[in-house]
């Protein structure tokens, strides 16, 4: 069973930048037919997707996110991270890490990380 | 942008009951690539149904998802204690990849 961890500082200051990264484990990054993804959920609030990376560095973003935002993968350490850039309050969030599963035209999200909440405040 | 519109926005049921969610979509679902998601409080999501009615592995046969192009359906049949929960349904398409619906809350009545 693939497991997933987010791990990245718990307070960012206004303006700075927010970097996570997610380590997977029991199995490989590199997995074909598997796309690596960060999504978020604001204080009592739904959930947002932020974007997912291949493993082959290939990204694809939420346009509400995508000037601010940027992905990458580290196939030898079997982890993805993300970096989100001039942040504000409104960026704070539980942010999880997932796996999306791409089969059949399906695209679903199967394996998700417990998640890290990440607070914008100086 | 695929606009994922779930109702009721809470649903108020006892043990036992039937439970029926509604998600809508703002232009038909391509593929029928639409999902369900279980949430409990303080929890990450868990995903029950993929593809719109395939349910995933180790998830219970009292959860049903239906439907195609733009309206579908998630149904627990027999409430069990440790449904009451916040379901999410979320779609992909080419442009916009992944949406999120709002969430139905199913209480305890």
């Known amino acids: 069973q693939v497991q997933l961890q987010e791990s990245g500082p718990g307070l960012v200051t206004p303006s700075q930048t927010l970097s996570l990264t997610c380590t997977v484990s029991g199995g490989s990054i590199n997995s074909g037919g598997y796309y690596w993804s960060w999504i978020r959920q604001l204080p009592g609030e739904g959930l947002e997707w932020i974007g997912y990376?291949?493993?082959?560095?290939?990204?694809s973003y939420n346009t509400s996110l995508k000037s601010r935002l940027s992905m990458s993968v580290d196939t030898s350490k079997n982890q993805f991270s993300m970096t989100l850039r001039s942040v504000t309050a409104a960026d704070t969030a539980v942010y999880y890490c997932a796996r999306v599963r791409a089969t059949r035209g399906y695209y679903h999200l199967d394996n998700w990380g417990q998640g890290t909440l990440v607070t914008v405040s100086s | 942008e695929t606009v994922l519109t779930q109702s009721p926005g809470t649903l108020s049921l006892s043990p036992g009951d039937r439970a029926t969610l509604s998600c809508r979509a703002s232009q038909s679902v391509s593929g029928n690539s639409l999902a369900w998601y279980q949430q409990k409080f303080g929890q990450a999501p868990r995903l029950l149904i993929y593809?719109?009615?395939n349910r995933a592995t180790g998830i219970p046969d009292r959860f049903s998802g239906s439907g195609s192009g733009t309206d579908f359906t998630l149904t627990i049949t027999r409430l069990e204690p440790e449904d009451f929960a916040v379901y999410y349904c979320q779609q992909y398409d080419p442009s916009s990849r992944l949406t999120f619906g709002g969430g139905t809350r199913v209480e305890i009545k």
């Open positions: 593809g719109a009615s």
């Open positions: 990376i291949y493993y082959t560095g290939s990204a």
